[in-house]
């Protein structure tokens, strides 16, 4: 059973950082692309960033320059560095993966539960 366990979040004030780190556990064969989304209260869950197995990241428009995605392989562990953050930024962040499943012979994407951000002003 593959499972998925986001850490990091919290209270933080205007301005101030945080990180948060996803450990995927379970059997594991291969961990394809990795990333986070975020829900904030009344809206769809969005992308914030996505980071390929070979470490190329990609950024939502609205987050880059403030947040800073990373992996290590071989902890099965994806990053988010979050700097400047501002009072839009509370929600509920989700990590993802895409984990190669065996039975099904494909990659399959799979979601922790979330952890939540709250940024005050």
């Known amino acids: 059973q593959v499972q998925l366990e986001e850490s990091g979040g919290g209270l933080v004030q205007a301005g101030g950082s945080l990180r948060l780190s996803c450990v995927v556990s379970?059997?594991?064969?291969?961990?394809?692309?990795m990333g986070w989304y975020r829900q904030a209260p009344g809206k769809q869950r969005e992308l914030v960033a996505t980071?390929?197995?070979?470490?190329?990241?990609n950024y939502a428009d609205s987050m880059s320059g403030r947040f800073t995605i990373s992996r290590d392989t071989p902890k099965n562990t994806v990053y988010l560095q979050m700097n400047s953050l501002k009072p839009e930024d509370t929600a509920v962040y989700y990590c993802?993966?895409?984990?190669?499943?065996?039975?099904?012979?494909?990659?399959?994407?799979?979601w922790g539960q979330g952890t939540p951000v709250t940024v005050s002003s």
């Open positions: 993802n993966a895409e984990v190669f499943d065996v039975d099904q012979a494909r990659y399959l994407e799979r």
């Open positions: 379970g059997i594991i064969y291969s961990i394809n692309n």
């Open positions: 980071i390929t197995n070979g470490g190329r990241p």
